[in-house]
């Protein structure tokens, strides 16, 4: 089936930075708005970042606004998270999905993981002294 493919997680110290990738099998990325989120134990799936196929705004969580950035590169089929300022309450397990809406990003933001598919593996993000 296609989905999306998460990597370049790790551990990692606080304060540090790490870049994650998502790529697709399957289907091609680069006609979707992609968004990534993170699940930790004992929480729900939490929306961390969106980002429009094209033309649109991109939307953070609060809780990471300002630390980390969302982008794309079509040419390599790849949607990108760099991670910075990385704190001990960043670690989780990091899923990217394909919103399947429209080819922009919910207007008020990553408030449900309705309308998102092609979940992968994801790639589990550990931040620790």
């Known amino acids: 089936q296609s989905r999306l493919v998460e990597s370049g997680g790790g551990l990692v110290q606080p304060g540090g930075s790490l870049r994650l990738s998502c790529a697709s099998t399957g289907f091609s990325l680069n006609v979707f708005a992609i968004g990534w989120f993170r699940q930790a134990p004992g929480k729900g799936r939490e929306g961390v970042a969106c980002i429009p196929k094209s033309d649109g705004n991109t939307y953070y969580a609060d809780s990471v606004k300002g630390r980390f950035t969302i982008s794309r590169d079509n040419a390599k089929h790849t949607v990108y998270l760099q991670m910075n300022s990385l704190k001990p309450e960043d670690t989780a397990v990091y899923y990217c999905?394909?919103?399947?809406?429209?080819?922009?990003?919910?207007?008020?933001?990553?408030?449900?993981?309705?309308?998102?598919?092609?979940w992968g593996q994801g790639t589990q993000v550990t931040v620790s002294s």
């Open positions: 999905a394909r919103y399947l809406a429209a080819q922009r990003c919910p207007v008020g933001g990553i408030t449900s993981a309705a309308r998102f598919d092609s």
